[in-house]
């Protein structure tokens, strides 16, 4: 009963991937399963600040439709989701309310920055007194999306890459 | 300071509407005072979204400052364009070429109609119906595709410069935008079936958030909120600008004052910029599409007001110039901000549930009213 790592105890969560050395092959392939199912549910908690959440509308809508690749159970509630799409600025008085809707989220939670302004606070990056350079500053993120606002695809190629992520075990 | 959600005294609850919430459309927080379900105070809180744009722009050029304009209202990005460097023409006493005054209103128009659409989608889904949210944005790519064949981007254009436009258009421009005309026409009628005369639909906004012309005056509204009321108070009829005087279209205004009239005032909006439009698509004079300016731009010491009609109302631009390459002081007058502030004037005595509906027709652009 060697195979469970001994900073188990400190994540309690069940599933939670681990680079195993030496870890049974039951365990490796439960974490593989649970993996593989999680990266194709993930929903997304709605939540966009300025311009990218129209983007990322248009990504939810008809023409680019991400439902094809499970995201489509957008939630109000950061309680019933799985990924937060940082769609626009943070500024300073944003920024405590970014990190208690991510502390709301039930672990495993993800995070995509969507944009340059989420990024590195972009255009707004110099001359400003109230952005917040990065929502990265506030909370961990996954995936970082270029673009000003990043085109659909670009999103969609960055929820690709977070599940391929999750499915590889490393977020 | 923000009241803590509880109940006052008097018995009211206190409760918070934002800022993280899908019908705010952005990052708007609304401290609501209820006496049962009934509104008795909203006081909205604002800033989540301030990026300091005006003070951002004091330390940028003349051609600079107008990209970050297009962050401000996206939905409208190539109006807000439009007021910043007809304000710059203004001060500058540059003459633009007509090729270029007509792209700038075929443009406008078409940004009016997406921010329209987008309008109709998102509030029919703040009402609850979700059907309507994925029409609009099937027509709304059309428009996108057209912008991005000639501006290069879907929502923030950054295609008016002082002096014309960045770039001629695109070949295939005229074609795609008779295309598009064509095929509107007959998915307007198709809204107008899907929701218009919905029974549910009407019953969620048919006297509901009632505002007089006379509070819509004081409250300093524009655009659709204020001719929902019946005040006329187009800024294209009014101080018409480009070519908007040579042009056949009526000014929309409804005498309700309440959540529909302001429902019919963008549909039938909607109907006049496709009339624009046709009027325009086919008399693109020839010539140049950008006049010739300096390299670096100076406008003279003094201060300088220009306004156009963006899709939620008058937005102006004022710069105060030393002198120099850059403005000493930028304040824009967002339409939003007044809108916004006849809210809790519109949403008194009205039950909770209305309060989203009254906030749809306002059709609010956060970014634009904290700037």
Redo the contacts between chains.
Sequence with gaps: MDVVPQNMADKPFPGEVHPTAGGGILVTKLDEVINWARSNSLWPL??????C???M??TA???YDWSRFGFEVAR?T?RQADVIIIA??I?N??AP?LKR?YDQMADPKYVIAMGACATSGG??F??????VKGADHVIPVDVYVAG??P?PEALLHALIALQKKIREGVS | MIQEVGTTEQGELVINLG????STH??LHLVITLSGETIKKVEPHL??????IE??C???SYRQFI??TS?MD??SSHINNHGCALCVEKGMQIEVPPRAKVIRVLMDELTRLASHQ?WWG?MAMDVGALTP???A??E??AI?DIMEETCGA???MNYMVPGGVMADLHPDFQKKVKEFIRFFRTKIDEYDELVTGNVIFKSRMEGIGYLSAESAVSYGCTGPTARGSGVSCDIRKLYPYEVYGQLQFEEVTATGGDCFARYMVRMQEMRQSLSIIEQLIDNIPEGEFQAKTKAVLKLPKGEFYSRVETARGEFGVYIISEGGTTPYRIKFRSPGFSNLSALDHMARGYKIGDLVAIMGTLDLV??DIDR
Excluded at chain 1, 46 to 51: D, L
Excluded at chain 1, 126 to 131: A, D, G
């Design positions: 709605v939540f966009g600040t300025s311009c959440a129209i983007e509308m248009s809508a008809a023409k109000a950061p626009g600025t500024v008085k944003m309310v809707l255009p707004f110099y001359n400003t007194y109230s952005v000003c606002p085109r | 800022p993280q919430h899908p952005g990052v800033g989540y979204i301030h990026r300091s003070k951002m004091e330390s940028l990209y970050v962050r996206y939905l987008l998102a949210f994925f029409h944005f099937r709304r790519e996108n879907r929502l923030t956060i970014p």
